[in-house]
């Protein structure tokens, strides 16, 4: 993006923001708190005593699948890496949402398909409310099992072009099916602009929410007794996750991403 473009770009969503909302990007400040030496500070929701409130003292992986199906289904507040509630566009896929948390690939991201919607359409919408037009590419970004990331990855590969992915692991290892890739996963066309594209999934985003993502399983660990059930069961999950952002590029059709998620 050039540097004219970017400053269009802002100048137009500066514009509009107070007309309908620009989408969340995929990678929010909501996600982990900061300090103001910039160094890791607790997310605020991991409090040891609104922790337990909120999620009790999981012991088994069926504990963890429970959380994050309760976060989806509206019945939790929060989970340890979102404060906010899921937005109305996530009931469009939550069918497919419940079943990945099923197998115990637990969901933090997501997004469905969209072709051209009015810029109006109350829940796809942002930007001006007339004479624009929206699309999505389908992505979800979720938390599995290392054995399950090896077999993923490989169907992944097989498919060639129709799908991009971004994997990461408490211990810093990173794996992309193209690192180098810029990846609009939001975009609107409105007259009299170029394309606007709020949203963009790519590397060095990703590796720094990497990061920052195994640091909160790690603090929400801490607040159980060194040696409990609690304690070791999200070190354990902590060293063998891996956090795992999948892109699918036909946004027309919009179901191949998740049928290659829930295949097998």
Known sequence: MTLEVLVSTISFLLATSTENMVPHPTYTNNHLAYNSANNYALHPNLSPS??????????????????????????????????????????????????????????????????????????????????GFVYQKPFVELFLPAS????????????????????????????????????????GAFKGKEIITPTIIEAVSFREWQEEAFVIWREWGSVFAKGSESAKLLDDLRGDLWLVNVIGHDFVDGEGLWQVLLEG
């Open 148 to 187: 399950d990331w090896n077999t993923l990855r490989e169907k992944l590969e097989k498919r060639g072009n129709e799908f991009t992915y971004f994997a990461g692991n408490a211990a810093g290892e990173f794996q992309a099916s193209d690192e180098e890739s810029l990846n609009p996963v939001t975009w």
């Open 50 to 131: 609104l922790a337990l409130s909120l999620w009790s003292t999981p012991t088994t992986h069926s504990d963890i699948t429970s959380i994050f199906r309760r976060y989806l289904q509206g019945t939790l507040s929060a989970n340890p890496w979102s404060e906010d509630a899921p937005s109305p566009e996530t009931e469009i896929i939550k069918s497919q949402l419940m079943s990945l948390n099923d197998k115990g690939w637990w969901t933090m991201a997501s997004q469905p398909a969209v072709n051209g919607v009015s810029s109006g359409h109350p829940v796809f919408g942002w930007g001006p409310k007339r004479g």
